[in-house]
Nanobody
Framework: QVQLVESGGGLVQAGGSLRVSCAASGRTFNTYGWFRQAPGKERQFVAGIPGTGNGVSAYYEDSVKGRFTISRDNAKNTVYLQMSSLKPEDTAVYYC?????????????????WGQGTQVTVSS
């Protein structure tokens, strides 16, 4: 049974940093990703990373490039999202998700399993 457990959300001031984690159990996946959903808005892709390969090529939504970094620890089957230079518009529930797709998936329907979400709030 696949289970994704997120942790690390919270309240931070604008300009600050926060790291959220997602521990996956059950098996490994081809792609790990983070999405976010702000109140009244659609769920948005944030970042993704292939599940294997030493030449890791993470990919990001444009608004977070240069500020967010996704990484993984294969031994722990855990993926992280390090967020820096946070802005109030980054406030959202952050979800990790896993996909059986290769090729840089970024659409919600390409991800098969989801975590419960963790709230990130950035105050101005």
């Amino acid at each position: 049974q696949v289970q994704l457990v997120e942790s690390g959300g919270g309240l931070v001031q604008a300009g600050g940093s926060l790291r959220v984690s997602c521990a996956a159990s059950g098996r490994t996946f081809n792609t790990y990703g983070w999405f976010r959903q702000a109140p009244g808005k659609e769920r948005q892709f944030v970042a993704g990373i292939p599940g294997t390969g030493n030449g890791v090529s993470a990919y990001y939504e444009d608004s977070v490039k240069g500020r967010f970094t996704i990484s993984r620890d294969n031994a722990k089957n855990t993926v992280y999202l390090q967020m820096s230079s946070l802005k109030p518009e980054d406030t959202a529930v952050y979800y990790c998700a896993v996909s059986n797709y290769f090729g840089l998936p970024s659409k919600s329907n390409q991800f098969a399993y989801w975590g419960q979400g963790t709230q990130v709030t950035v105050s101005s």
